[in-house]
Every structure is written in structure tokens, then in C-alpha cells.
């Protein structure tokens, strides 16, 4: 947990007044208020040495940017002018090098197992920056540092950058384009181009160049007021599939909050709990190993809010139910099925893709009233269990006292990964199928009962536990049955919150599998529609036609 202070922009322009000191005041604040901020390990934040820059940026630039803490007025002015919304303050040099070097040291701490995962607080953003500009309010780009940083000192073979910030980090994608070790995805305001910062690459064909063809990965929302509903079906149906397929071993957020209801930016209706819950989704990844870092986020009350969620799901906490998941919109699933057409050929998990090209609807806002101030309740209070795990155990079974992570940082055995040729279809199920249904189900009680014969070895079982605590609460009852001891440990290490270890790079999912996992998600997507990814409906068997209704049973599931 990091928090800096970056002074005022100095040269007031109408298009910078958003991005103000009060920004991480009002959220350090909120942290300290509902006591998070105590719960935190705080870090101590260093300068971005040359050397760190230059990971990302060029000598050039670097050495303009140093000589703007000495220019005059006028000389800033014109310095500023050669780039898009952005403003130079005689010490936002100064700032922005503590600003990448805060990001750094997160990843230290991270990486060498001093904190599990962390957030940093920092102005000036950085995902717009690129290798020898300034924009949009960024000086140097805080996380493509971060990502080179990591890969280097640490040997880090792959990081995901998740992107959640509402413009598109351009600067993060010209960075990692052709790079295959970074798979960067951004969800980003898009309007067919028409939103900042208008640029072509930002839509759904922008997929990476050369070798790094497939691991970019851009969302375009042509429409505002998106909800909680569009964002989980991005991650449910996209995100998340691709994430667990490329097995990172660090992931990076590119947290901006400007995505979130109320912000006059991104015009969206995502309320703040919702970034409780994409944060836990990408919890299991990489071991646990998370970084967030501030990008955007100009409603105080919005972001304050949602940082709070964030920094709470990070702490362990149990995610708030989620609000109002009503399904998809027309606009958000046309932009889902772009992108999952685009990808299908770079990733297994997306093969089976719907290939159908269907018109493209051009949508007229729906929203309209972007002037209106936006309401939303305050999230309700997140409680805090005293006791997160209880077991009951026959006699003879050890309990998992202390509960001991389970070895995370080992690499799986490639013998025993062989021998999980259908991980990647049960994984399939899980986030395409089982995930958006129990999230539009809503449950206030999961309850997981792993059959002696399932077959699943523990870290699949220690994902799926994993990932279903982010519903009802966090209140779930496993049962287990007897000649399953050597699990006990494992599952209880899972629901005491510790992460997953990784899957390991899954291969292609039997066709059989997707076939059957499909085919059911087709015959539920008329009732659910979490489970939709093209806005096309024509193809819908009603369910009435199949005798299925609202209550699934895990057996019809997974059969
Ligand atoms: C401003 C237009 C003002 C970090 C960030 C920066 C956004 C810059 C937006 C520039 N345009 N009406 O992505 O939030
Ligand atoms: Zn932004």
C-alpha cells in the first residue's frame, strides 16, 4: 500500500481541472476511515532511477522531461503544447519519477514475498505515456515500467496488464505490442472512435504485431453507461479464459477508476462494488501476486468508493453481493463478439468462438442524459469475519492448522499436467458457464460438494473454491467426503483466502467437452443472460422446448 503526493498542475487548463491533488487525499482518506488503511502494510516510495525509465522511454524524452523542473513559464507552456491533454508543473518531474518508482517498489515487495499483493496511490497516471511522449495526463508510464522492471530483476516470464481505466492505454500497447511475454487488455470509452483519444488502434483489431500477435487485447465500448453486468461478462467470457490460458506469473493493474458510475469522463453506470469483484476474479492468477496502480478516476465520492472496494478484496475480505446483474447490453455483447472473433485463432479458449458474421447494428445511445448527475447508494458496509474458516473433521484427519499455502511458487510437474487433459475443458465450464450463472443466480450460500470420484486434483479444486467465494459473501459449506483427507489441507488453505497455485499453461480443451459445455450454455442463455456473447439471439432455443428452468443442478452441469 503506497501512498504519494503529487502537487497541483500548475498551468490550470480546462482539460486537466479533473486530475487534482484531492484525488488521492479523498482516497487515502477513505482508507483510513474504515480502518483498511490500518489493515495495510505501508511502503516506503523511491525516485524511478534513469535506468528504470529508460525501460519504457526513450533518452530523449527523459532528458526533455528532466529539464522541466528549470523552464520558465513560457517554456513549459510550449513544452506542453507538443502533446495531447497533458500539463507540465515545474515539479511534476519530481512526481512522476516517485510515481513509477511507488509502482516499482509494489512489484519488490511483491515479488520477494513481502506483501502478498498491494496497491499504489500515485499521480501523475501513467498509460497514456509512450516511449518519447507525454499525453493525457501522463508522464511516464508508470506500469509498462513496472512490467519491464519485473520481467528483468525478477525473470518474470509473463505478465498480464489488465487495463480497467475507461480511456485505453495506448502507451501500455505501443510498449508490449510485439511482445509476447506481455498480454496487455484494456476495456476502454471507444464511440466507433469518436471519444479520446480517438485513435484507430484502440479497437478490437489492434491484436499485437509480430511475435506478440493475439496478446493485445482491446475492448471497445461504443456506448456509455455500461454496468456492473457488461464489465462481468467481459471477464466471465474473455478476460479471464485468455488469463487462465496464459498462465502469467505477475499481474499488473492498470486500476483506474474513471470506469465507475458518476465519473464525468467515462459516463459509465458500474458501481464501485463491482471492482470488488473483478479484483477477486484476478486473485487466483499468478500465484496471488497482484499490483494495482492508480490511474484515472475524477468523481471523488466514485473513487473513493471504489478504492476502498479494491483495496478490501485485496485485503481478503468477502466481496459485497453483486448489484443489479441484469445481463449484458446489445452494444456490450457486439463488442464482445468482435473481440472474441478476433482472438479465436490466438487463443484455444476461444476457438469455438461463434464464427457467424452478423450485421452490425450501428446503436444509437439509449443513455442519452449524460448531463444529469448520477445517484447510487453509498456500498453498504463490508464486514470483516472474525473467524474466516471453521472445520469439521473426523477423527483422525489432521487439521490444516495454520493452514500453509500451498506450494504456489513450485512449478507443476509436466507429468502431472499431462495428465490433466481436461483442466482446460473443466475451466472452461467454470468461467463460461458455472461463473456468469451462479452470478446472475445470486446465491446467499454456496455449497461445494466434491465427489470422491471427480477426479480433480487438488490446485483445479483449490481455483474453484477460489473463484465461487466471491459469491454469497464468501459463505460457503464444502463438503467432503471420507477418503478425500490428503484435500482437507488444500481447502481449507483455499477458503482461508490464500490463492491458488497457478494451473500451469493449459492446453487446448478436447472438443468434446467444449462441444457439450456449449451446447448447454446455448440452452441456458435464454434464461441467463450472463451466459450470452453475441447479441444475436436467433439461435436461442427457448427453454421451454428443453423442460429447463432456473434450477440447474451441478450434475446437469458438469454431466
Ligand atoms: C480530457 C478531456 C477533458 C489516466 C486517464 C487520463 C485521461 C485523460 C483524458 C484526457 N482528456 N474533458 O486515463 O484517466
Ligand atoms: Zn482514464
Known amino acids: 500500500m503506497i501512498q504519494i503526493q503529487a502537487f497541483e498542475m500548475f498551468l490550470s487548463s480546462p482539460a486537466c481541472k479533473i486530475e487534482v491533488p484531492e484525488r488521492l487525499t479523498v482516497s487515502h482518506e477513505a482508507l483510513v476511515q474504515s480502518g483498511l488503511a490500518d489493515r495495510c502494510v505501508s511502503i516506503p516510495v523511491r525516485e524511478a532511477t534513469d535506468a528504470d525509465i529508460l525501460l519504457v522511454h526513450s533518452e530523449e524524452y527523459l532528458e526533455a522531461v528532466k529539464k522541466t523542473p528549470y523552464m520558465t513559464l513560457e517554456d513549459l507552456k510550449e513544452f506542453t503544447l507538443q502533446y495531447g491533454d497533458v500539463y507540465f508543473h515545474p515539479n511534476i518531474y519530481h512526481c512522476a519519477k516517485l510515481a513509477a518508482g511507488a509502482a516499482l517498489q509494489l ?8 506483501v502478498r499483493n498491494g496497491m499504489a496511490l500515485v499521480r501523475p497516471p501513467g498509460h497514456h505515456s509512450m516511449r518519447s511522449a507525454a499525453s493525457g495526463f501522463c508522464v511516464f508510464n508508470n506500469v509498462a515500467i ?30 508490449f505490442e ?12 471507444y464511440e466507433h472512435q469518436k471519444f479520446w483519444p480517438q485513435l484507430r488502434e484502440s479497437d478490437f483489431d489492434s491484436v499485437g504485431k509480430n511475435k506478440g500477435v493475439g496478446f493485445n487485447i482491446n475492448v471497445p465500448w461504443n456506448k456509455v453507461g455500461m454496468q456492473n453486468s457488461d464489465y462481468l461478462s467481459i471477464f466471465c467470457h474473455l478476460l479471464l479464459p485468455v488469463a487462465y490460458e496464459f498462465n502469467p506469473d505477475l499481474v499488473l493493474v492498470c486500476a483506474g477508476f474513471d470506469s465507475a458510475i458518476g465519473d464525468p469522463e467515462g459516463e459509465m453506470c458500474a458501481t464501485p462494488d463491482i471492482f470488488a469483484h473483478l479484483t477477486h476474479l484476478l486473485m487466483n492468477l499468478a500465484g496471488g501476486k497482484l499490483c494495482a496502480v492508480l490511474e484515472g478516476g475524477y468523481n471523488l465520492t466514485s473513487l473513493a468508493q471504489s478504492v476502498c472496494q479494491t483495496v478490501q478484496t485485496l485485503l481478503g475480505d468477502p466481496a459485497p453481493p453483486p448489484a443489479n446483474l441484469d445481463g449484458p447490453c446489445k452494444s456490450a455483447l457486439d463488442s464482445l ?20 458474421e452478423e450485421e452490425k447494428t450501428l446503436d444509437k445511445g439509449e443513455e442519452g442524459n449524460s ?14 469475519p472474525t473467524i474466516r474458516t471453521a472445520v469439521v473433521l473426523p477423527d483422525g484427519v489432521t487439521c490444516p492448522d495454520g493452514c500453509k499455502r500451498f506450494s504456489s511458487s513450485e512449478d507443476l ?5 499431462s495428465k490433466l487433459n481436461d483442466v ?16 446472475e443466480y445470486d446465491p446467499t450460500l454456496v455449497l461445494l460438494v466434491r465427489m470422491s470420484d471427480a477426479g480433480l486434483c487438488e490446485i483445479v479444486w483449490q481455483q474453484l473454491t477460489g473463484l465461487l467465494q466471491g459469491l454469497a459473501q464468501g459463505h460457503m459449506l464444502v463438503l467432503m467426503q471420507d477418503g478425500e483427507k490428503e484435500c482437507v489441507g488444500p481447502t481449507a488453505s483455499s477458503l482461508l483466502g490464500y490463492p491458488a497455485p497457478s494451473l500451469g499453461q493449459l492446453p487446448a480443451p478436447l472438443p468434446e467437452d467444449v462441444a457439450s459445455i456449449e451446447s448447454l450454455r446455448h440452452r441456458l442463455k435464454a434464461d441467463w443472460k450472463l451466459l450470452q456473447t453475441t447479441g444475436d439471439f436467433t439461435t436461442t432455443t427457448a427453454a421451454s422446448d428443453i423442460n429447463m428452468t432456473h434450477n440447474v443442478t451441478s450434475t446437469e452441469l458438469f454431466k
Not at 372 to 379: F, G, L, N, R
Open 337 to 356: 463478439h468482435c473481440v472474441r472473433s478476433a482472438h479465436r485463432q490466438y487463443w484455444s479458449c476461444l476457438k469455438h468462438a461463434e464464427e457467424e
Open 424 to 439: 482446460s475443458g473443466f475451466m472452461h465450464a467454470v468461467l463460461g458457464l458455472l461463473l456468469p450463472l451462479a452470478y
Open 107 to 114: 512489484v519488490d515487495s511483491v515479488m520477494t514475498g513481502k
Open 146 to 175: 513496472a512490467a519491464r522492471y519485473a520481467k528483468q530483476k525478477y525473470g518474470v516470464k509473463r505478465v498480464l496488464i489488465v487495463d480497467w481505466d475507461i480511456h485505453h492505454g495506448q502507451g501500455v500497447q505501443y510498449s
Open 371 to 384: 448531463i444529469e448527475e448520477k445517484v447510487w447508494p453509498e456500498p453498504p458496509k463490508r464486514v470483516t
Open 178 to 189: 510485439d511482445d509476447p511475454s506481455v498480454l496487455y487488455f484494456s476495456w476502454h470509452r
Open 413 to 417: 510437474d509436466p507429468l502431472i499436467i
